[in-house]
């Protein structure tokens, strides 16, 4: 059974940082397609960051340069660096390991039936 695990939510101000942190079961996912999304209430969820099993990153347009997006494969566990937050970037942000070829066939905000996603952790950003 897969299991994902974000961690390192909560509040900032605009201008701050926070790193997420997403920890899997321990297998070994190197080779997959791994991607952070968000979502608020009443819009769709959006793909934030990806890491490709090259060690290839992507980002969406309104992260780029803020965002980095990193992994440390002997502790299991995929990263979010958030810096210069700003309120837009309030979400549920989610951890989602999905099969390789999403990453080279699809967009960014795609994700395949076969994902696995985590609970996911709020990111709050005031003005």
């Known amino acids: 059974q897969v299991q994902v695990a974000e961690s390192g939510g909560g509040s900032a101000q605009s201008g701050g940082s926070l790193t997420l942190s997403c920890v899997d079961s321990?297998?070994?996912?190197?080779?997959?397609?791994m991607t952070w999304f968000r979502q608020t209430p009443g819009k769709e969820r959006e793909g934030v960051a990806r890491?490709?099993?090259?060690?290839?990153?992507s980002y969406r347009d309104s992260v780029r340069g803020r965002f980095t997006i990193s992994r440390d494969s002997a502790k299991h566990t995929l990263y979010l660096q958030m810096s210069s937050l700003k309120p837009e970037d309030t979400a549920m942000y989610y951890c989602?390991?999905?099969?390789?070829?999403?990453?080279?066939?699809?967009?960014?905000?795609?994700?395949?039936?076969?994902?696995?996603w985590g609970q996911g952790t709020q990111v709050t950003v005031s003005s």
């Open positions: 989602v390991i999905d099969l390789p070829h999403v990453c080279t066939d699809f967009e960014l905000g795609h994700a395949s039936d076969f994902a696995y």
């Open positions: 321990g297998y070994n996912y190197d080779t997959y397609c």
């Open positions: 890491l490709n099993h090259h060690g290839t990153t």
